[in-house]
C-alpha cells in the first residue's frame, strides 16, 4: 500500500464540528476496505483524541500517516498540557466541565479507552509546549494488537 | 428484529433513516455517556439515549452503532436530524422512558452489548 497522509485542523470548544476529523479518517480507511475491527479501534482512538484538543486544548490538528505496514494518529494541540499523565491516564479521573459532561464526555474514560484500542501510544507534554500524542496500529494481522 | 417491528414496540416516530428500518437488531446498549459507548463493543447495535447532541450521533457513527432511539420524546434540533441522515444512521424518538423502553426490548429477546439478558 502506498504511504498516505492526511492532515486534519481541530479548533477548540467548536462542538458543531467536533469529531468531524475523525468521522473523515474513518471514512477514508472504509473506502480502503480496511478489516472492520481495526477501523473502528483506530476510529475510537482518532475520535477520542480529537475530542480531548476540543474540550481540553487549545487549537491544534490530527496527522494521520499510512505506512505500508503500520498507521499512526498524530494530534498536536497549543494547549496548557497534561500535568500529570499518570493521573490522566486513570480510569475515571476527569477536568471536564459541567457543560462537557452534560454532553456525555468527561467520564475519564478518554485516554484510558486510546491506550486500550491503540498498539502503541506515546503522550509528551513539556511544559509550556501543548500536548502531543501519537499512537501507532499495526496494519498486518502478525503485528498483533489487543 | 427489525428495527420496523422496535419503532413499532416503542410507539415511536422516525426522524431519519427511514429507508434502513429492515435493519436486524440482536443488541442494545442504553447510555448518556458518550465514552461508554466508545469503550463497548457496539457494532450494529441499538443505542438509547436521552442525549439529542450532534456528538450522539458522531458518537454513535464512530463506534459503529446500528441506529439511534432518543428516549423521553426527545426531539433534537434539524442539524442533528440532518447529520444521521448524512451518516446513514437511522434516528427514532419514542416518548418513553429510557427505563420502559428498555424494558419493552428486554422482554423482546434482545439483549445487552456483551449478548447478556
New interface residues.
Partial sequence: MPGLTKTFFIKARDFGHAGEASIRVQQILKSMHLDPALTRRIAVCSYEGEMNVVMHGADGQLVMTMGPDSLELDIRDGGPGIPDIELAMRPGWSTASDDQREMGFGAGMGLPNMKKNADGITIECPPGRGTRVRMRFHLKPEGGGP | MKLADIVRKLDASVLAGSDRLGLEITRCGA??????I??SLA?GSLLL?G?A????V??A????VGAIVLVRGKTPPA?VRELAAT?GLPLISTPLSMFVACGRLHACGLTGLNGNR
Avoid: E, K, P, V
Fill in positions: 447510555s448518556d455517556l458518550m465514552s461508554d466508545l469503550a457494532d439515549t442525549l447532541t450532534l456528538q450522539t458522531r458518537t457513527s464512530i463506534a459503529g442539524d451518516q
